[in-house]
């Protein structure tokens, strides 16, 4: 499969991307700001996904996520996408979220004893993206202009918002672009899952989100935070997929299926599995002789003193696999 991801300094009118989170690009501060933001990123970072996300803890209780294959296979899906700049979202006195990235920041430079805090941080990440020889040569003339600068996004349609991606992808037929949440990683913003027929689309992608829920006056998303997650993704007719009954079994060899319940039994034995302990409601057990005689009273939180439950999980899978990459 044939594919790559192409990102892009300017938008399709010759726009840097990044200058859309201005409130001050008009006129001749556009010119200066045109010329000041670095021509070699997008608006956005893309980076390979990484298919652990965590540093995992020796000592850790429960059983790891990032040691399951499949876990960690969705997890390094394809990309991240985080934003350049931070992503400020403001409210007005009567809690009404503000319609575009510009608009929220002109309106957070007139309130700027309400909304210092959040003002100097924009002002710090800005740098970042612009040039500093072009920045000392001009900043005298409109200082405000290469301070007040945010990730851009606009309101899309009722309770959504999109912020341009800057980037083109380009596929096989039948091979389409996902934008998404982040797979198992926390963030900020809810984005809505699109795939986009890429084969024949001819427009810069963009992340749709849905309108942020937050009780303060700001809400600030940084560029360390994961935005979206974006891989490729086939589609097509589905015309003669179905779902239909077996009586049999249509999984992998017996042996392997009778290897994996020998190997939990050795490796459980061996005291090689990961210890889980439960307690409060999380204990509720039928096989309890408290919880099995009233699950009613159990759930309504009458649990005996020190009430708990055990298992063990145990990695068969992955020591199965270690076999196997060995004979291999």
């Given at each position: ?10 938008d ?16 001749e501060?556009q ?5 000041a ?27 790891h ?19 350049r700049l ?31 805090a ?17 920045v ?10 290469f ?15 999109s ?9 096989d ?8 949440p982040?797979?198992?990683?926390p ?12 084969d ?5 992608l ?16 940084l560029?360390?935070d ?17 779902i ?11 042996g ?38 009233s ?24 020591e199965m ?8």
């Amino acid at each position: 499969m044939a594919s790559r991801l192409v990102f892009l300094h300017l938008d399709a009118h010759g726009s840097p991307w990044l200058a859309h989170g201005s409130p001050h690009a008009s006129g001749e501060q556009q010119i200066l700001l045109y010329a000041a933001i670095r021509p070699d990123i997008g608006p956005l970072w893309v980076e390979r996904a990484a298919p652990v996300v965590r540093a995992i803890p020796p000592d850790e209780p429960t059983p790891h996520p990032e040691t399951c294959v499949p876990y960690r296979e969705a997890n390094g899906l394809g990309f991240i996408l985080r934003p350049r700049l931070p992503l400020l979202f403001v409210r007005n006195r009567r809690g009404e979220l503000l319609p575009d990235a510009a608009t929220a920041l002109a309106y957070a430079r007139e309130n700027a004893t309400e909304f210092g805090a959040e003002l100097d941080i924009l002002s710090r990440f800005a740098s970042d993206v612009l040039n500093p020889a072009v920045v000392r040569r001009y900043e005298g003339r409109a200082p405000l202009l290469f301070r007040d600068l945010a990730q851009p996004y606009s309101l899309f349609g009722p309770s959504y918002y999109s912020i341009p991606a800057g980037l083109y992808a380009q596929t096989d037929p039948g091979v389409g672009t996902l934008i998404g949440p982040p797979l198992n990683r926390p963030a900020k913003l809810a984005v809505v899952s699109g795939l986009v027929r890429t084969d024949w689309h001819h427009h810069a992608l963009f992340v749709v989100i849905e309108e942020p829920r937050f009780e303060a006056r700001s809400l600030l998303v940084l560029p360390q935070d994961a935005l979206a997650q974006v891989y490729l993704a086939a589609y097509g007719s589905t015309a003669d997929a179905g779902i239909e009954h077996s009586r049999t079994d249509h999984g992998g060899e017996r042996g392997y299926e009778a290897r994996w319940w020998q190997l939990v039994g050795e490796l459980g034995d061996k005291a090689r599995g990961v210890e889980v302990t439960r307690s409060g409601l999380a204990s509720v057990n039928l096989a309890c002789a408290h919880c099995g005689a009233s699950v009613t009273e159990a759930v309504d939180g009458n649990l005996p003193l020190h009430h708990e439950s055990k298992s063990l999980f145990v990695p068969a899978y992955k020591e199965m696999r270690r076999e196997q990459d060995r004979r291999g």
